[in-house]
């Protein structure tokens, strides 16, 4: 399975973003689903991911901000970002853990916010 991410780009500090990540197979098993980031010089962080349940977990860094869904009919994750700070700066990517120790990423998106 391959995962497609899209919808990085540039905005501006209290601006908005939405990110999509489409995969080439079958989403329906995927436990979580979801987003990552990396900051330049730091590691890879959980961002926000929605189960196979539906249920959502976000970093204390972005709850309330941004908004993780999931559609397993289209194949697909969303994270929609609102409230962005110069701090969400970083690469963008897209995780499925599709069983144990089977996980899938995509190729990462940037997102830059400008103050």
């Known amino acids: 399975v391959q995962l497609q991410a899209s919808g990085g780009g540039l905005a501006q500090a209290g601006g908005s973003l939405r990110l999509s990540c489409v995969a080439s197979g079958s989403t329906s098993n995927f436990h979580p689903f979801g987003w990552y980031r990396q900051l330049l010089g730091k590691p890879r962080e959980l961002v926000a991911t929605?189960?196979?349940?539906?249920?959502?977990y976000y970093a204390d860094s972005v709850q309330g901000r941004f908004t993780v869904s999931r559609d397993d009919s289209k194949k697909m994750v969303s994270l929609q970002m609102n409230s962005l700070k110069p701090e969400d700066t970083a690469v963008y990517y897209c995780?499925?853990?599709?069983?144990?120790?089977?996980?899938?990423w995509g190729q990462g998106t940037l997102v830059t916010v400008s103050s």
């Open positions: 995780y499925a853990g599709a069983a144990p120790c089977v996980d899938y």
């Open positions: 929605v189960n196979k349940y539906g249920e959502e």
